[in-house]
């Protein structure tokens, strides 16, 4: 298996402007979370899914962001408009078992926002 | 909040000596899990132990838990660069994990 991928994996992007990012779990996995890496804050859980669903969307920032998982293979992470306090790295991780299970993470999107 | 903390926030050590880190939680677990993370990495799962068990080890690593005084701790034996790395733990809790903010571990040769 190739692993949880993201794409893409730098993104340099000017204030305002929209900014999605990827994500294609393991193949099987039913669960899939999306995290913010920053130096201040480490790592925040940001939104998760089960079964291509919403759980729990309480780690979003504000309505800037939003996430969708249209089928078990793909999910995005959207910011509009995006702000140079949105930079960071951005992982998507997926398990098996809900969030008991162990998570596998992508390799990340690095998002610089000017 | 975040669930874990872990201590130190950074270790550097000799290689070949055992480096220990230690990740303190504050509400009841189902499971511990910890992490390494590579520099521009995402990151990579060690080892779980679950909240009926006090000891697991998994080739040079040995995870202990106390749930009486909510904690862990990482012993990392016969230390290599490679082991250099971001090591965090992780608590599942509301049906989600929450990870610590890491140590920083060093291995000089």
């Known amino acids: 298996d190739a692993g949880v991928i993201q794409s893409p994996r730098h993104e340099v992007t000017e204030m305002g402007q929209e900014v999605t990012l990827r994500c294609k779990p393991i193949?099987?996995?039913?669960?899939l979370f999306w995290y913010r890496q920053t130096m201040m804050r480490g790592l925040e859980l940001l939104i998760y899914?089960?079964?291509?669903?919403?759980?729990?969307d309480s780690g979003m920032p504000e309505d800037r962001f939003s996430a969708k998982m249209p089928n078990a293979s793909f999910s995005t992470l959207k910011i509009q408009p995006s702000e140079p306090r949105d930079s960071a790295v951005y992982f998507c991780?997926?398990?098996?078992?809900?969030?008991?299970?162990?998570?596998?993470f992508g390799a990340g999107t690095r998002l610089s926002v000017l | 909040s975040q669930q874990g903390e872990e201590d130190p926030q950074a270790l550097s050590i000799q290689e070949g000596e055992n480096a220990t880190m230690n990740c303190s939680y504050k509400?009841?677990?189902?499971?511990l899990q910890w992490y390494r993370q590579n520099s521009g990495r995402g990151l990579v799962h060690l080892i779980l132990?679950?909240?009926?068990?006090r000891e697991k080890h998994s080739g040079r690593l040995r995870v202990t838990l106390d749930t009486s005084k909510k904690s862990s701790s990482l012993l990392i034996t016969a230390s290599r660069a490679a082991d250099t790395a971001s090591y965090f733990c992780?608590?599942?809790?509301?049906?989600?994990?929450?990870f610590g903010q890491g140590t920083r571990l060093t291995i000089n040769p």
């Open positions: 509400t009841s677990i189902n499971n």
């Open positions: 899914f089960n079964n291509n669903v919403p759980i729990d």
């Open positions: 193949s099987g996995h039913n669960s």
């Open positions: 132990i679950r909240s009926n068990e």
């Open positions: 992780a608590t599942e809790g509301a049906q989600k994990l929450v």
């Open positions: 991780a997926s398990s098996f078992a809900q969030s008991r299970g162990i998570q596998y």
